[in-house]
């Protein structure tokens, strides 16, 4: 899989209004193939360490989620490291940027609850909160039935929200009532195609009805000035930063591009 993924200048200006946009196809074939299976690998092993027996909290029941896989699992980190999704990331930004992190979210059958509607940066530990983009990738056909995403367009410039508690969420309009009236659009996707958001576009996803898990990676990418804020953050924390400090390029790339 190379670099190139050629964009036009309307889907770029498209996500710059709507903060989000849908792509088809990014990866495919093999890839596609060694990617998911690369991921699920992880997940089941990192998941078989999890206590069974320990009840899950509200937030835990709407998926499994594994941050950074590209930092423990070989077979991950180069897709995470890819330049195709590095440069998508980059020309809609228009920023130069760094990772941030990897998440895998795979909603359970029957038993993944809904993704509340929020917004992402408010969680992150960075004092600019502008223009962070995250793709994300179904592994797996991802629709309405099993849990596809949702977006509300324009919200990316809506970054005065407070932050949605996901563990006992509040009603969209109690929080953002600049959202009403607002059409939500969304994405339904065959396995290989993707979506990218801005980090402050509200956003959700439905519970997964089906039989399978639904299967989807993530990855964030930041603008390589951002700096710290001091809010606690399991992937920020052990790198002992100070307020202001840049992300060190050691546990935050910055991303090659094509």
């Known amino acids: 899989m190379n670099a190139d993924y050629p964009l036009t200048a309307q889907q770029i200006a498209d996500y710059q209004r709507d903060g989000f946009i849908k792509l088809e196809q990014v990866i495919t074939g093999d890839n596609l193939t060694a990617m998911r299976n690369a991921v699920a690998a992880a997940v089941q092993?990192?998941?078989?360490?999890?206590?069974?027996?320990r009840e899950k909290t509200s937030y835990e029941q709407i998926f499994i989620q594994k941050v950074n896989l590209w930092t423990r699992h070989e077979s991950v980190k180069p897709f995470i490291l890819h330049p195709r999704f590095a440069t998508l990331a980059t020309q809609l930004s228009g920023?130069?940027?760094?990772?941030?992190?990897?998440?895998a979210l795979f909603k359970e059958p029957h038993t993944g609850a809904k993704t509340p509607w929020h917004q992402d940066t408010h969680y992150w530990p960075h004092q600019q909160?502008?223009?962070?983009?995250?793709?994300w990738i179904a592994l797996e056909d991802a629709t309405v039935h099993n849990g596809c995403m949702s977006f509300i367009p324009g919200t990316h410039e809506l970054s005065d929200i407070e932050p949605v508690n996901l563990h006992d969420p509040q009603e969209l309009y109690e929080i953002?009532?600049?959202?009403?009236?607002v059409k939500p659009v969304t994405c339904e996707l065959k396995a290989g195609d993707c979506t990218f958001h801005n980090g402050l576009t509200f956003?959700?996803?439905?519970?997964?009805?089906?039989?399978?898990?639904?299967?989807?990676?993530?990855?964030?990418?930041?603008?390589?000035?951002?700096?710290?804020?001091?809010?606690?953050?399991r992937v920020a924390d052990a790198f002992n930063l100070n307020v202001g400090d840049p992300f060190p390029e050691a546990g935050f790339p910055r991303v090659p591009i094509g």
């Open 45 to 53: 092993q990192e998941s078989a360490e999890d206590d069974p027996t």
């Open 95 to 103: 920023r130069t940027l760094q990772i941030w992190h990897d998440q």
């Open 129 to 135: 909160k502008k223009d962070q983009t995250t793709i």
């Open 176 to 181: 953002a009532p600049q959202t009403k009236g």
């Open 203 to 233: 956003h959700y996803a439905g519970p997964n009805r089906s039989d399978q898990m639904r299967q989807a990676m993530a990855i964030i990418y930041m603008p390589d000035d951002t700096t710290y804020s001091g809010y606690p953050h």
